[in-house]
């Protein structure tokens, strides 16, 4: 059993950035052996989607919404994944979610098996 919690998250003006990090706890001796994502989910859409890396870091993905202003990594010493966020606008202002999964990068919110409980993102126009 892994738990994920995210940190960072907050109130920010457009324009601002953002680190977030997810932090692994529990039985973590194969986090370096999952692909971590990260999705958001703002007030009544369904969950999709942000940015995902593979197990060693050398591969990851973004959704086209935020290509050019995240980057996604991962320090497999501290467990912890992080997603820095550039430029933010009204439209990013979400929960934000890290989750886990066994195998390669995906971006179905159904392949992930682990989810930490969310850290709310506000971005003010």
């Known amino acids: 059993q892994v738990q994920l919690v995210e940190s960072g998250g907050g109130l920010v003006q457009a324009g601002d950035s953002l680190r977030l990090s997810c932090t692994a706890s529990?039985?973590?001796?194969?986090?370096?052996?999952?692909?971590m994502g990260w999705f958001r989910q703002a007030p009544g859409k369904e969950r999709e989607f942000v940015a995902a890396?593979?197990?060693?870091?050398?591969?990851?993905s973004y959704a086209d919404s935020v290509k050019g202003r995240a980057t996604m990594s991962r320090d497999n010493a501290k467990n912890t994944v992080y997603l820095q966020m550039n430029s933010l606008k009204p439209e990013d202002t979400a929960v934000y979610y890290c989750a886990a999964k066994r195998g390669g990068i995906a971006t179905a919110v159904f392949t992930y098996a682990y989810w930490g409980q969310g850290t709310q993102v506000t971005v003010s126009s």
């Open positions: 890396v593979n197990w060693n870091g050398g591969s990851t």
């Open positions: 529990g039985r973590t001796s194969s986090f370096s052996s999952y692909t």
